[in-house]
DNA sequence: TGCCTTAGTAACTTTTAGGAAGTAGGCACC
DNA sequence: GGTGCCTACTTCCTAAAAGTTACTAAGGCA
């Protein structure tokens, strides 16, 4: 493994030019899953191993190409690792790495948050109700 | 307080179209801050109201447009509050909400993994450095 | 009068995402 | 033996988003 690759991503026009870590710890973080995408593919493989296709069916909404920049820039940055079976049709499989692992609280959290949420939307939605009716 | 505008803001093209809230709770929590600029906006605001200067210059690399729009969104979605004076020059003081409050474990676990691995990057670095020499 | 200030907007350029079509290459089918 | 199928890309073109720069309002102050 290449260490420099660890190296990631910030201070670009898209946090993804310069190599070089931000001081903040949170825009450190952001330089490797700034983006909904990475977030969302990072939940999709903290269940296990997936293939191209599973990912895409699993994430509504996102494109080949944008899935297949996104699984790059996270090998890259070394939070998945990627392999490909010689075989007809082609056969690819993605997975965390320890560090990809080691996010899994973040991901945590934010479903946590989520959850509370939607039954705090539901519930005011309902009052809101009431109150027209 | 409309609590209509609690649905937020995702399935479209960026998220940010459908009023409608994803099922999968970490969509959900995407929705609201499913970009870098939310997020570091959130921590600007997690240490107490801030103006509009304040908030640009502590989060470089943003332009003003950008910071406009995302503090816009973030208050039509109910996460900040916005405190206009009547004076000249202009001052707008943003704090968060009850509800954006709530969003702060989710920057502080990313403030820890983000301080994990700065630290991981650095002795690895000095490792390489000592084994190419 | 002229210049300072800050938050925001408008016009314009660059970057990124989306969509559709094309590629590889072994296999099944007619 | 030609045709089509399968999956994981890749390429091209267009649309949308983000970035950059310049400008506005409107009172205070020299």
């Keep these: 493994m290449l260490y420099r690759n660890l190296l990631v991503t910030i ?5 993804d030019n310069k190599k070089e870590l ?6 450190t973080t952001l330089g490797l899953i700034g983006n909904k995408w990475k977030i969302l593919i990072l939940r999709e493989l903290l269940s296990g191993t ?9 994430i509504p909404g ?3 190409k944008v ?7 996270m090998e890259e940055d070394g939070i998945i690792q990627r392999l490909v079976y010689a075989e007809v049709p082609p056969r ?12 899994r609280p973040i991901i945590d959290v934010m479903a946590e948050w989520g959850l509370g949420y939607q039954a ?3 519930k005011n939605l309902y009052e809101t109700e009431k109150m027209d009716v």
């Design 50 to 58: 997936k293939r191209f296709g599973e990912l895409r069916s699993g």
């Design 67 to 73: 899935l297949t920049q996104n699984l790059r820039s």
């Design 92 to 103: 690819v499989e993605y997975f965390l790495s320890d560090l990809g692992n080691t996010l």
């Design 62 to 64: 996102i494109s080949q």
């Design 11 to 15: 201070g670009g026009r898209f946090m």
């Design 120 to 122: 705090m939307v539901k």
């Design 22 to 27: 931000p001081l903040c710890p949170v825009a």
